[in-house]
């Protein structure tokens, strides 16, 4: 079974609106970390948002916030007030306690149409 | 302070031949990973260090590939008879340890071509 899942190969979004990307995880660990990673066209990798298993609440930073749905084993990615800047792709990622990778889904091109 | 460095940039090698990637993380993090990114894709984890603990290689898709992580810092990545399905982007990230909490800083990556 896939460990990350994100179904939305590619997102569009008005500037200035509000965009969620969509990420399911798969793990019996009950300690896990969760990543959202962002990949411009230029190709670097830019961590974004960290949520852990045990957070109460969901993560915030800036205009990103993490819908942590634990038992639904879903952790979206919310971007307000969209900006152009923020064409890219958006990776979730996951690392358990017990285990070393970080398992990274295959991603989602979001573009911010002007 | 310095990010993660990866070299070369951009690395065209004939098929059958061997090539070497290197990766200066960030100076004191102790935990180093190599991915690769083939086009359109996701990362696809390779290998991963951590201080002086054997290496989890878990993730090395076959026996062409190596990694060595000297002194606790730079990392080089060798594939041996290149195959021309191992073009690609490698990733190098390191963080300050293995724990959890702290996010991997990636490098720019190479892109490597073979023909």
């Known amino acids: 079974a896939q460990k990350i899942t994100q179904t939305q190969p590619g997102m569009f979004v008005q500037e200035k609106e509000a965009v969620t990307l969509d990420c399911t995880y798969d793990?019996?660990?009950?300690?896990?970390?969760l990543f959202w990673y962002k990949q411009p066209s230029s190709g670097e990798m830019i961590f974004l948002i960290y949520?852990?298993?045990?957070?109460?609440q969901n993560a915030t930073e800036g205009r990103y916030s993490l819908n942590f749905q634990k038992a639904r084993k879903s952790a979206n990615l919310v971007i307000s007030a969209s900006q152009l800047g923020d064409s890219a792709m958006y990776f979730c990622?996951?690392?358990?306690?017990?285990?070393?990778?970080?398992?990274f889904g295959t991603g989602t091109s979001l573009t911010v149409i002007p | 302070g310095a990010g993660v460095s990866q070299s070369p940039s951009n690395k065209v090698t004939e098929k059958g031949k061997d090539v070497e990637l290197r990766c200066d993380p960030i100076?004191?993090?102790?935990?180093l990973y190599w991915y690769r990114q083939s086009l359109g894709q996701g990362l696809e984890f390779l290998i991963y260090?951590?201080?002086?603990?054997?290496?989890?290689k878990s993730g090395l898709p076959s026996d062409r590939f190596s990694a060595e992580r000297t002194g606790g810092s730079v990392s080089t990545l060798t594939i041996q008879r290149t195959q021309q399905e191992d073009s690609a982007v490698y990733l190098c990230?390191?963080?300050?340890?293995?724990?959890?909490?702290?996010?991997?800083?990636f490098g720019p990556g190479t892109r490597l071509t073979v023909t």
């Open positions: 100076s004191g993090h102790t935990a």
């Open positions: 990230a390191s963080s300050e340890d293995g724990f959890l909490l702290y996010e991997q800083y």
């Open positions: 990622a996951m690392r358990e306690l017990t285990g070393n990778q970080f398992y």
């Open positions: 260090f951590q201080g002086n603990s054997a290496p989890d």
């Open positions: 793990t019996s660990d009950p300690s896990y970390g």
């Open positions: 949520q852990g298993s045990y957070d109460q």
